[in-house]
Each structure stands twice: as C-alpha cells, then as structure tokens.
C-alpha cells in the first residue's frame, strides 16, 4: 500500500513553505518565468533582443514594451537568469521528475503511468494522454498570463496577503475547473480520485 502525506498536512506544509518564501524572499509565483525563458531564447536567437540601457533601473531593456516594463526588469531577468524566481521554476521540474522517479507503491514495486481515473475514461494510450496534458499545461499558462498571473501568485501567494485578485482568480478557477473536470471523467471513477 502507498502511504502518502495526508492532504491537511499536505496543506499545512504548503502553506508554511509558502510563508517562508514570502517572508524570507518574496511571493510565490511562476508564470512570468516562462516569459523570461522564451526572452533568454529569443536573445539567443536574435541577440539585439536585450541590450544595456543604463537609464533602465535595471540596467537593461528591449524594444519589446513587454520586456522593457517595470525599468527593464524582465530583461535583466532573461539576461542573467540566475535568479531566485527561475531557480524555483527549474527546482520544480527537477521535483517532478525526482518524484515521477521515485512515485509509485513501494509494497508492490509498481509505479502508476497514468491516473485509473484517466484510464477509464480515456484509455490507455500515451500519445492521447501527452497530447490532452501538453494542450491543458498550454492553456492553463495562456490563462495564467491573460490573468495576470498564475495559481501559484494568485491562489497561494495572492490568498495569503488577501489580494482581491486573488480571491477573484481562485473563484473563477474553481467555477470553470469543476465543471470542466465533471464534463471531462464523467461516469469514470465514481468518485474515485486515484
């Protein structure tokens, strides 16, 4: 049998990791570091992208109005990316994948390709599940971009220092997630969330 971390513990360390970032560092939040990673990219590509503009209060900047808000900073980011925020992005993946490695019920020895959930509903092919998880992970930044943020700036960080669009973004999210989510599995699993 699988012994994970019980879902309120779950949460509560969550949600003192959170804490911790926003104290010691500053809120939590992603989506902007899929920006800067296509800015390093398209500096790689075209390098007349981010160039030194010491009147910038970070001492870049870019012809590209996007790049160029807040006095360069999204192009000093994507200019010298180590920093804390993109760090976090790629400590995150590295999660993922150490945790996809690692997963799995220890007392069999099996390890889980895709949700039950999914396989009922769905089937069982790869291809299929690559394809709806790349689409969904697609939107899903689309969204967060559109909104100004993601579930990690909005929802997490947001909710804890009481932002309206915090509280604004979480309530649409759920509003269109769980009827999505009713539409997408129904019928498979009844009730099951494995």
Partial sequence: MNKRLPWLAGGALLGVVTLLAVMIVKPVGVSTQFVILDAIVWDLISPDTIVEMPENAKGYGSE?????NGGGKY????KNPLNYSFVFVIAMIAGAWL???FGGDKA???RKEMPDVWRKRFGDSKTKRYIATFSAGF???FGARLAGGCTSGHMMSGLMQTSLSGYIFTVVAFAVGVP???LLYRGAGKGELS
């Fill in 64 to 68: 590209n109005a996007y790049l160029n």
């Fill in 75 to 78: 192009a000093a980011n994507a």
């Fill in 99 to 101: 945790s996809s490695l």
């Fill in 108 to 110: 069999t020895g099996t």
């Fill in 139 to 141: 939107f899903v930044l």
């Fill in 180 to 182: 999505v989510a009713i």
